[in-house]
C-alpha cells in the first residue's frame, strides 16, 4: 500500500470536512464580510494565522473590509509617555494629547497589518502572491460632545460612512482596511470605537455577515445561535457595559440590514473558518431572520429528505420509502430547515372520514438531537392537523414508544386505526400503535 494512504480515516475525515465545507464557499462567493478585531490581535503569536485564515477568504472571493482596533497600542503609547489614561461610561476621554498618540497608534497598526498581508503566505494561495490591500479616510465623525457633564474631548462616533469610495475598492478586488479613527468636514480628527465603526460600516454596504473577533469569551446563547429579536430582549436585560454595547451594536446591524453578525473568541484556532464553513459553528451567531425554521416541503426537498432518513431506515426505525414514493407524497411533509440544510422531517398523512392524521417519518438529523427540534416537528403537524379538521393523530412505532407517551400518546389497539391503514399494516414488523388526541386551539 502506498505510504500515502497508510491512514485512510484521515482521508476520509478531510473528504467528509470538504464537503460539508463546499455548500459554504459557494453560498459566500462574492458577498461582503466586514471582519472586525482589537489591537491586541496585533500582539498575538497567532496574528498570522489569522492573516493566512484572511487571505483564505479572499481567495474563495469574499469581499472582505478589515475594521481594526487600537486599543492596547494607545494605552502603550499613553503609557511610555507619562500621559493620563481617562475614561467615563466604558469609552475614552480623548484630549489633544491622547489623540496624539491614538493617530500614532492607528498609523503603526496600518502599516504592520498591510505589511503583514502583502507577504506572500506559504501553505495558502496568495503564495508569492501578496493581497491588494487599501485603506482611506472613508469615514466622517462627529464628537460625542458632553454627556452627563463629561466632555468627551476628541472621542467621536460614526457620522457617515463613504460605502461608495469602499464598494469600488471592493469591486477592483482589493481588502479593505478600516481604522477606528473619523475625519469632519472642518478638518478634525476624531478617536472612534472599533465597534461602531464595525457596524456603520456594515450597515452602509448592506454586509452578508459582519465577523468580530473577541478578546473576551461571550457567549449569550448555550446553542451558539440567537435571533435579533432576542438579542433585543437580552439588551434590556443585561447590566455589564461591555456585553450592553456589544448587543446593542449587533442588534443595530441586524435591524439595518445586515443579515447574520458572528462572535467569536479571537483565540480560537481556526475559529473564523470553523464558524463560517461548517454548520455548527464555534461561535454566537446573530440572525436578522430565524437561522431554523419549520415549513412544508417541496419537490426540491427530496433529496436532502433521503439523505435524512436513510441511516434511520438502514436500522429499521423507519419503513423504507422509495424516490419515487417521496416525490408522490412529499406534499404530506414538513421539514425543519438549519441554515438551508435539512435536520428534521415529519409526515402529517390525514384519514378525513375518521377525523384521524397518522404521524410519520418522525426523524432529527443525530448532530442535532437534544434541541428540542422532534417537538417543534410534532408541534407543527398538530397545528396542520387541527387546521384540517382532524381530532387525532396515531403513530406506529417500534423504537420510540416512551418517547411519544411521553408527549400525551397513549397505547391502542390495531383496531383503532382506520381501516384503510389496517389493512396495510404490517404484521411482521409488529409496530405498536398509540393515539393522541389533539387539543383545539
Not at 501553505?123 to 501578496?130: E, G, K, V, Y
Not at 461602531?196 to 456594515?202: L, P, R
Request: net charge negative.
Amino acid at each position: 500500500m502506498s505510504e500515502r494512504f497508510q491512514h485512510p480515516e484521515q482521508w476520509q475525515q478531510f473528504v467528509a470536512w470538504f464537503r460539508h465545507a463546499s455548500p459554504y464557499i459557494h453560498a459566500h462567493r462574492g458577498k461582503t464580510f466586514v471582519v472586525s478585531f482589537e489591537g491586541s490581535a496585533l500582539d498575538s503569536a497567532s496574528f498570522q494565522r489569522l492573516i493566512h485564515d484572511i487571505a483564505l477568504l479572499h481567495s474563495i472571493g469574499i469581499r472582505l473590509v478589515l475594521v481594526h482596533g487600537a486599543r492596547l497600542q494607545i494605552e502603550r503609547n499613553l503609557q511610555e509617555r507619562g500621559v493620563p489614561m481617562q475614561y467615563a461610561e466604558g469609552m475614552r476621554i480623548t484630549d489633544l494629547a491622547a489623540l496624539q498618540q491614538v493617530k500614532a497608534a492607528c498609523g503603526q497598526m496600518v502599516s504592520d497589518i498591510t505589511a503583514a498581508l502583502s507577504m506572500g503566505l506559504s501553505d495558502s494561495p496568495h503564495n508569492h502572491s501578496p493581497l491588494k490591500l487599501i485603506s482611506g479616510n472613508f469615514i466622517s465623525a462627529r464628537p460625542l460632545g458632553v454627556r452627563d457633564g463629561v466632555d468627551f474631548q476628541y472621542t467621536g462616533e460614526v457620522r457617515r460612512v463613504d460605502h461608495q469610495a469602499i464598494s469600488q475598492q471592493l469591486d477592483n478586488g482589493f481588502v479593505v482596511l478600516i481604522s477606528p479613527l473619523g475625519y469632519s468636514p472642518t478638518g478634525e480628527v476624531f478617536n472612534l470605537s472599533v465597534e461602531d465603526v464595525a457596524t456603520s460600516v456594515a450597515i452602509s454596504l448592506k454586509a452578508h455577515k459582519w465577523v468580530s473577533l473577541s478578546e473576551t469569551p461571550i457567549s449569550y446563547h448555550h446553542n451558539g445561535y440567537l435571533t435579533a429579536q432576542e438579542a433585543a430582549q437580552l439588551l434590556q436585560e443585561n447590566q455589564d457595559p461591555a456585553c450592553f454595547r456589544q448587543l446593542r451594536n449587533i442588534v443595530r446591524a441586524c435591524q439595518n440590514g445586515v443579515e447574520r453578525v458572528h462572535i467569536i473568541e479571537r483565540s480560537i484556532d481556526g475559529g473564523i473558518l470553523l464558524e463560517l464553513f461548517s454548520r455548527e459553528g464555534v461561535g454566537t451567531m446573530i440572525s436578522k431572520d430565524p437561522f431554523e425554521n419549520l415549513r412544508h416541503a417541496t419537490i426540491n426537498d427530496v433529496r436532502g429528505i433521503i439523505d435524512l432518513i436513510t441511516p434511520l431506515e438502514e436500522q429499521g426505525i423507519l419503513v423504507k420509502r422509495s424516490r419515487e414514493k417521496l416525490e408522490t407524497e412529499i406534499n404530506q411533509f414538513v421539514i425543519q430547515e438549519r441554515d438551508s440544510a435539512i435536520v428534521g422531517c415529519a409526515a402529517l398523512y390525514p384519514y378525513p372520514d375518521e377525523k384521524l392524521g397518522e404521524l410519520a417519518c418522525l426523524a432529527v438529523h443525530q448532530h442535532y438531537k437534544g434541541g428540542q427540534r422532534g417537538d417543534a416537528l410534532l408541534g407543527f403537524v398538530e397545528h396542520t392537523a387541527l387546521q384540517m379538521g382532524l381530532e387525532k393523530l396515531f403513530v406506529l412505532t417500534t423504537r420510540t414508544a416512551h418517547w411519544f407517551l411521553e408527549r400525551g400518546f397513549v397505547h391502542a389497539d390495531i383496531d383503532a386505526l382506520p381501516m384503510a391503514k389496517r389493512q396495510l399494516y404490517n404484521y411482521n414488523r409488529q409496530s405498536k400503535v398509540f393515539i393522541k388526541p389533539l387539543q383545539t386551539e
